[in-house]
């Protein structure tokens, strides 16, 4: 009864889009050793809501531009990946986190206003937030499926992968555009602090499966995706049916099997 409500089932469909397709963007991330790039993306968020707030613009467009901006910024000041992606990150959190102060300041936003994206909830998502995760969730799928053995390459070695003719500088940046863009729309699902439960969590668990019976990046996309349906969908549905918050108990839910699964399979 609770699921023939539209925001419960919108938040339904969305939850089963984001549960299967995010965790193939935390394998990027593991692979590409891109942790901090997530806590920038974070602070882009609250950036992004700022300037959503302070010139009415509809919020996750401009969340999704801000991080972009900030990605493309990062990738033409690192002169190599250590660095881009290390201390211009950090950076780019500085300087993000003091434009969005700045901009509550001067346009009069409430900062809880602003903070409260930190919080998100798939009851809140509209029709047109559930076609735009379609459609970034296609094209991660399209992305992996046309460049799967390219990918495999740059995720081996970045040289041999030049050296193989491939665009390694593309793949990448593309990478790290994607990331961006599922960070930006989870926190409308999740919230910014529980972004990790459906992008990082699903990946560490299947990574322990795939370290104990199975082997190769190929399954590890697979059980990734298939760990954060699971997570998804077992945190979504105890949330309707307890009335809690779903992005809470999405992320209690995996964080209490990753605990598990370091326990049993060591």
């Not at 023939?4 to 919108?10: E, Y």
């Not at 000041?77 to 290390?86: E, I, N, R, T, V």
Request: hydrophobic residues 60%; proline residues 4%.
């Amino acid at each position: 009864m609770l699921f023939s409500l539209a925001p419960v089932l919108r938040g339904f469909i969305a939850i089963i889009i984001s549960g299967a397709s995010f965790p193939l963007c935390g394998v990027m991330v593991l692979r590409l050793n891109l942790i901090p790039i997530r806590y920038m993306l974070m602070h882009g968020v609250i950036l992004g809501g700022a300037l959503s707030l302070a010139a009415s613009l509809p919020l996750v467009p401009a969340v999704i531009a801000v991080n972009i901006v900030m990605v493309l910024g990062i990738v033409c000041l690192g002169k190599g990946q250590a660095f881009g992606f290390g201390y211009a990150s950090a950076a780019g959190m500085i300087v993000s986190m003091a434009i969005a102060s700045l901009i509550m300041h001067v346009k009069n936003v409430p900062a809880k206003d602003s903070l409260s994206l930190l919080w998100g909830s798939p009851f809140a998502l509209r029709l047109y937030d559930v076609m735009l995760l379609l459609c970034i969730a296609l094209l991660l799928l399209l992305y992996l499926a046309a460049n799967f053995h390219n990918i495999l390459a740059v995720f081996f070695n970045n040289e041999i992968a030049q050296s193989l003719g491939i665009k390694v500088k593309f793949h990448y940046t593309f990478m790290v555009l994607l990331i961006a863009l599922v960070v930006s729309v989870a926190m409308k699902l999740l919230g910014a602090f529980l972004i990790d439960s459906l992008l990082i969590l699903p990946v560490l668990c299947a990574g322990r499966i795939n370290a104990g019976r199975f082997c190769g990046i190929k399954n590890l996309f697979l059980l990734s995706s298939g760990m954060g349906l699971a997570f998804s969908l077992a945190g979504y549905v105890i949330a309707v049916v307890c009335n809690l918050p779903p992005g809470a108990t999405i992320s209690l839910v995996a964080g209490v099997i990753f605990i598990m699964f370091n326990g049993v399979l060591k």
